[in-house]
């Protein structure tokens, strides 16, 4: 019998940004020990900023803190959806959003040779 992966199938929009966060923390982590193992020492917490609040009310609740014992040193913070850096990678954007976004990330002109 081959060994299936299995994807987790979320029931609503809250749950699988949760589970977007989860992941997300989860590699916050392991990048904070891979530039430890480098030499560069980070001790404060890890800042992960998100633009959905429910999806941060779920993981400050103390209910879930049994399960979340992986984000721990790891402070969300809410990030205004239109501030959110992201976005350039993963949604089709206006031309304006995509320009204050590229500016956000330092590039000036996207096709300037290298």
Known sequence: MENQETTP???????????????????????????????VVHSGSIRLYY??????????????????????NIKTTHVRSSLQLADIFTKALGIDQFQFLLGKLG?????APT
């Open 9 to 39: 199938v979320s029931r609503s929009s809250i749950e699988a940004e949760y589970r977007s966060i989860t992941t997300a923390a989860c590699e916050l982590k392991w990048l904070k020990g891979l530039l430890q193992f480098l030499g």
């Open 51 to 72: 633009d959905n609040q429910s999806t941060l009310h779920i993981a400050a609740n103390p209910v879930y803190h049994e399960r979340t014992k992986h984000i721990e």
């Open 107 to 111: 590039i000036s002109n996207l096709h």
